[in-house]
């Protein structure tokens, strides 16, 4: 299992790590480690200006996601958790209606809709479009969030008195952290790693995100060593970005507060 | 503290009525508790109380002042839960504190109550503590305490002892009683337990499908229960409940059960007169039946079908001509499938209407 799962890691590792020599070998077994491990493409990439740039982009698009998703998910979970009004259900299914459908199909109309509204060809537009995927999900975990917070917490709050705001910022939003920031997680890696909105909006502009890059790249001169340094590079904010959330997600957060 | 006053209080989900025509006044350091079986309305009434579920129709009214419209935070009452919702993001010192800082009490003031309050409810030492490191009867005191440290005007208490277990929830009723005393809060409390109900309360209120039986002190509901309901809802193992018909023969008036025959005795034939003839319920509770020859009354023989022991005494159920009965005596010598002698004291018997349910006495008075 544990090879299963960290033998693409350690090959990508390895070809990033590679000298020319060691992967274009004439016909020869590709040797376990290089023959001279270098850091010459991470050197290339991160003095390359377009590199630099895309990863910029990306994660502007991704903070950005983050944010606006959560500002719109989280509130709409909580009314519909705390909250019974009619036709609920069928609220909770438009919301997630988009996911019905491959990105690829919602992707034109998409577009359609976002050119006259002047959200091609910038961050605002690929964030904005990365809300639209990760917001149904945002919305289904935060549920999950709060519906494992039990009522009594913030009644209690009130009767202790609180007014029915204090009693959310106070009680409810610090306790449901932690599973707000799995939500975070969740959309920062689906921003990060998207690829066809971001190539779609970006299309007509200098603009990438990182994914874009590479299929750029991918499309010219595909190296693998330059590809897997890129790989590498791709995936280290994602690490980062969850062990600084993971903080907040201790466990069994809600222990103690009810029995 | 206060006097609490529900005016003819109804509450209503739909169509679902399920507080209905609710008036009760619970007056200034009062003990009061709510007891019935769940589902009875005994909670929403409380929530009702507190703020947190609407009126239908009705009032409520605390210190004479009409509170329907209040919201929670600005009515000055204090509750537990029966989860305790104890913050779990927080200290046991920042639990407590909660209502404090809200209040804007100054910062001098808020650490000195929450020492008071720690040493009040003996959890020095653990006020650094977050819930989930503490045991349940910490958790239990810190619910207590977070609510008492506000003064408030009434202290509702919604079944706080059901989560605990059995040796702790009696010490937790003790402790309850020994901080009303000390300090002469306003209760409000409600349980399913009626031995909760009868040991500490100064008033009891009975309640059924959102209907209040019967308000008394502990003892006299006890003593002379409104209806079988009350009667049956009271007392462990409860009240024995039989079929019977009360006849006159001669100048005696008699109560047959099945078979056996009991006289009653010259001071209630007054009160009974009038149902000679009638099929009635026969109610006796356990500790007033007792074994042996000797006492008031004719014995009568049963056999004797369960011995529970409980150590100090035992529970026996007897058969009494296929009719089952339990009874609670110290005698420790019983076993299983003996015929014995037993004697009713009809002293404390009681009499039910056959329909109604209602207590023949209690309606005649």
Redesign the interface.
Known sequence: MIFIVMAPIFIMFKYSLSDRASVVTGGAVIPLWPYEPTLEQYRGLLSADRFIGAAITSLKTALLAVIISLILGVPAAYALVRYRFPGILVLTTFLISIRFFPDIVSVVPVVEVFTPAGLVGNVAGVAAAHCLLSVPYVIFIAMGVFESI?G??E?????????KI?AFF??TL??ALPGLAAAAIYVFLLSWDEFIFAYFLMAFSDLSTLPVLLRKILSWTPQHNLLAAISVLLSIPVVLFTFIVQKYMRA???????? | MAEVRFSHVIKKYGKNEVVKDFSLTIFNEEFVTLVGPSGCGKSTILRML???EEITEGDIYIDGIKTNDI???K?D???V?Q???????MTVAENIA??LK??RKPQREIVSRIEESLALFSLRGLGER?????S?GQ?QRVALA??LV?SPKVLLLDEPLS?LDAKLRLRMRSELKRIHRELRSTIFYVTHDQVEAMSLSDRVAVMNEGRLEQLGAPLEIYNSPKNTFVASFLGSPPINLLQARIQKEGETLYVNIGPCKLALSRQFRESYLHCAGRDIIFGIRPEHISIGESGKGKPILATVDVVEPLGDRSIITVALHKIELALITDAQTISPLRTIPIIFDMEKAQFFDRESGENIICKNR
């Open positions: 039990p009594d917490l009644e209690q709050a009130q009767v202790l008195g609180a007014g204090t106070t009680v610090p306790v069994g957060a809600t222990a103690g507060a009810v029995k | 507190a703020g947190l919201p929670p935070q009515r009452v204090a509750m839960f989860s305790y919702a104890l913050f779990p993001h909660f209502g809200l209040r977050r819930p989930r490191d503490l349940g958790r977070r609510a506000l989560n």
